[in-house]
């Protein structure tokens, strides 16, 4: 078939492609850029053109096999296709291009209903075939086709092609088919809007071509405003010839836009959708999910591909788009909704966006919907260390709102207080803490106040113990036993988890007796706490005294504090506490050679990062297991985002810098001294983060000495190993020097040849040997870890993580899997990352052709 038959619902946006005519007798512009994008994908055996009316879809495929060598064949759908006897007319009549004999045969067949009719339609003799020839069918309007035989037909046809056959669906939605096996093997070409969409010199040949001209400023705006969108392009056309000044009017492009969806669309379209879609106007993110519990009726959905070109459904994230243009149309009609009505909406879109980690989404809506006591409630769902970013957003969100928000809700004031000391804007809270404590400490008592009172007093609590850092001042536990009587009186306080920053020691003085101090405050913290704030800090102090131990070398004493602190923080649910326990047991068997000990953490690590109630657990698996990847010299097991200049964590600012010690570790372990340099040289720059920490100084520093000596700057070294000599010899913290090894033993022994040794030569003799003797233990590590081959058995797919693989390889979706296995949609989300991550995969497609290739999983099952 040498034409492009006619087509197409809605007449005017295929205006422009003049489709009611053959196109071979016709004048376009030439897109040589889409037909290079054609040519590669029809080496594939099946390409999908996916976008909206009005993109150029036939038109851009046509084009391209009119200069095809390849014997194609067209067949153009339309409604009257979804009968059976109708549609096999149409697809006997396209096979006939390629063999009149085929098709005579097929058409004695007649539309194959039975299994047994499906054998007799495959064996069909193909003679006529030539095995050298390209052959191309195109499927065109497949949109149109929903009668289940028909499609079931086609599946079978184009999912099992020839090898010289290529079959090409243009559509306006993707085909109802299981497409992930043929994606995840590369039988699978995708073309879709963002190809389609003209080039900013494209339009400005397609106007040349219509005498028009435009300014640079003119065009850079029109093209803001249709994205290239080819319809949208050829309005505006219209817009400036109508123009006397020849000038772009943004005003009449989106005029003509607005005349044409109101009376070629909207005024079609029943009632009940037009409120739904204006509804939909509302908010940003379009889910099926969200958009049936809009809905309240399924029917509504359905009929959103009625709209053509404005509303496009995406298969891969299950989810709808509305055209910008189209979105501004309805924005301008949302006064038709009564505020109860936007309320609603807002509610349901805000609790889907908390359900699925999208917070500052939810924070948003809730906003819009007035509900603040679902603000708070999700508040407490986060760490108190929750990421700078959030605490910005959430502060000018309780800047707006209504004074009697602050006498209405006990967590108001709190919020705000806790919001302050995030941002480390410590006087501040501490002045609007006293401030609301004075205020209601002079109010009758109530339930209400005691609940007030209770938590600011736990907020000054909170406050001094991160600004205790600073000052040395570890006056925080009398504040949250005031916080403990008070809330003995209310019986009322959220469940909150500890924030374990850099380092569990919050001190930054160096000088003898200060942790200690420090512990000692932190211990008589934890009853409180406890008690007020539902097991908040549990473990705490034990992972304080393991800290201390272990930076002193005493391996047994850090081992048996980080257990009781694994132990008391697991009971109470405090993630952050465990993990980090977790993570200095790894060190200290790191010390000892104990590889079996080793990979039973490392799997502890991966598991707890399934846990969804785990806030920063990714985040946290990444930097612990990082440094341990570091450390072994194993620099491709780190997370991408610690091997980049640009990308940093979404922690907090205030309390956590550590990951960029794993940074600078890595580029260590790489050779890149002078980049590790800079990674630590960023740290010392920073106002908080792990500096502030005399732990993290010293660690920083002894790895700057190892960093300058090995960059042949021999005075810098003795410098910075003198510098860390001096943090470490009050409280007798060697431990971050033996870590070091060979490094430090060769440091340390050229420092012993200094006529004027910068240290004194019974310590470094002391740092040398044990040293050394870790060298020797951990060797034992890196030779197991390293001949294990492609991956490290902890890296191996549990169980679980196979399963749901093997789900996605079948083509099943996220809440498919989740609801089959039990779980939400966070946890399959949780698990598919770690998949990924263990993989190196990009993307599920990516993951599935990587598994299917190891033999993990079978594509197809």
């Not at 016709?26 to 976008?51: F, H, N």
């Not at 045969?105 to 003679?127: H, I, K």
């Not at 070629?264 to 009940?272: H, L, N, P, T």
């Not at 990062?609 to 785990?614: G, T």
Request: contains cysteine; hydrophobic residues 40%.
């Amino acid at each position: 078939m040498d034409t492009c038959p006619a087509g197409g619902e809605n007449a005017l946006q295929e205006q422009f492609f003049h489709r009611n005519t053959p196109v071979r007798d016709q004048v376009y512009l030439e897109r040589p850029q889409i037909y290079r994008l054609l040519e590669k994908a029809v080496q594939s055996p099946l390409v999908t053109v996916v976008a909206g009316a009005g993109y150029g879809k036939t038109h851009s495929v046509y084009s391209f096999l009119q200069n095809c060598k390849a014997v194609s064949s067209w067949i153009q759908f339309s409604a009257r296709d979804n009968n059976p006897d109708r549609f096999w007319e149409n697809y006997s009549g396209a096979v006939e291009v390629v063999s009149k004999t085929i098709a005579d045969s097929l058409a004695g067949l007649g539309f194959p209903r039975t299994e047994r009719q499906y054998d007799r339609y495959y064996a069909v003799p193909r003679t006529d075939v030539i095995p050298g020839q390209k052959y191309i069918f195109v499927y065109d309007d497949f949109h149109l086709l929903n009668n289940p035989a028909v499609l079931l037909f086609l599946e079978r046809v184009i999912m099992a092609p020839f090898h010289n056959i290529t079959s090409v669906i243009i559509s306006r939605t993707d085909p109802p088919f299981n497409l992930i096996n043929l994606f995840s093997k590369g039988l699978l070409a995708r073309i879709t809007e963002d190809e389609l969409r003209f080039t900013p010199e494209e339009m400005g040949d397609y106007f040349a071509l219509q005498d028009l001209r435009l300014s640079p400023e003119d065009a850079a705006a029109v093209y803001e405003d249709t994205e290239g969108w080819a319809f949208a392009i050829h309005l505006a056309g219209i817009s400036l010839k109508k123009s006397a000044a020849g000038k772009y009017s943004h005003s009449l492009m989106r005029d003509n836009i607005f005349k044409h969806i109101e009376s070629e669309i909207f005024s079609y379209i029943s009632g009940d959708l037009q409120r739904f879609l204006v509804k939909l106007s509302l908010i940003d993110q379009l889910p099926v999910e969200l958009l049936r519990n809009i809905a309240e009726d399924n029917k509504l959905i359905g009929e959103l591909g009625k709209i053509g070109a404005f509303v496009s459904f995406d298969m891969y994230l299950n989810a709808y788009r509305i055209h910008h243009l189209f979105l501004r149309y309805l924005e301008g009609k949302q006064e038709r909704l009564s505020d109860e009505e936007k309320r609603a909406v807002y509610e349901k879109a805000g609790r889907w966006c908390a359900e699925h980690n999208l917070r500052m989404d939810a924070f948003s809506y809730y906003e819009k919907a007035g509900s603040y006591e679902a603000i708070f409630n999700l508040v407490y769902t986060l760490p108190m260390l929750i990421p700078d970013a959030i605490a910005e957003f959430l502060l000018d969100i309780l800047k707006r709102a209504p004074p009697e928000v602050f006498i209405k809700y006990v967590s108001a004031p709190v919020a705000y207080n806790r919001l302050l000391i995030v941002l480390g804007r410590f006087d501040e809270a501490a002045a609007w803490c006293r401030e609301v404590i004075a205020l209601y400490e002079a109010l009758p008592l109530s339930t209400f106040i005691s609940q007030v009172l209770a938590r600011c007093y736990n907020g000054m609590g909170f406050n001094r113990l991160l600004s205790c850092v600073f000052d040395g001042q570890y006056d925080f536990a009398s504040y949250f036993e005031k916080g403990a009587r008070y809330y003995a009186l209310s019986n009322d306080g959220p469940t909150m988890f500890l924030d374990v920053p850099s380092y569990m020691c919050l001190v930054g003085i160096c000088a003898q007796g200060e942790l200690e101090k420090f512990i000692d405050a932190l211990s008589a913290s934890v009853p409180p706490l406890v008690s007020s704030l539902n097991g908040c800090g549990y473990g705490m102090d034990y992972l304080a005294r393991a800290e201390l131990a272990f930076f002193r070398a005493d391996l047994e004493g850090a081992e048996q504090f980080c257990s009781q602190a694994v132990r008391n923080a697991q009971a109470r649910n405090q993630h952050e506490i465990k993990h980090r326990s977790l993570f200095y047991l790894l060190r200290i068997n790191a010390a000892r050679g104990k590889v079996e000990k080793i990979r039973e953490l490392l799997k502890q690590m991966n598991g707890m990062a399934e846990d969804v109630s785990f806030f920063n657990r990714h985040t946290f698996n990444d930097i612990g297991r990082g440094w341990f990847y570091a450390h072994l010299g194993e620099t491709q097991k780190l997370a991408p985002w610690l091997k980049s200049d640009f990308e940093k964590s979404d922690l907090n600012s205030l309390s956590h810098g550590f990951e960029t010690l794993v940074m600078a570790k890595g580029r260590f372990a790489e050779k890149k001294f002078s980049a590790a340099l800079s990674s630590l040289e960023s740290i010392r720059a920073s106002r908080f983060g792990a500096r502030v920490f005399l732990l993290g100084r010293l660690e920083q520093t002894a790895l700057e000495a190892v960093c300058r000596y090995h960059n042949d700057d021999r005075a810098g070294a003795f410098e910075s190993l003198k510098a860390a000599y001096c943090l470490a010899e009050p409280e007798g913290l060697d431990m971050p020097f033996i870590e070091l090894g060979w490094d430090m033993r060769t440091l340390a022994g050229a420092a012993l040849k200094e006529k004027n040794c910068p240290v004194p030569r019974p310590w470094l003799e002391k740092i040398q040997r044990s040293a050394a003797s870790y060298a020797k233990k951990f060797i034992i590590v890196k030779e197991e870890f390293r001949n294990e081959g492609k991956a490290f058995r902890e890296e191996i797919l549990t169980p679980r993580e196979q399963r749901i693989l093997s789900a996605l390889a079948r083509g099943f979706t996220r809440g498919e899997i989740a609801r089959d296995n039990a779980l939400t949609i966070n946890d399959v989300k949780g698990i598919l990352r770690s998949v990924y991550n263990k993989l190196g995969a990009l993307n599920r497609a990516d993951a599935i052709r990587i598994a299917a290739a190891r033999g993990l999983v079978k594509t197809g099952e």
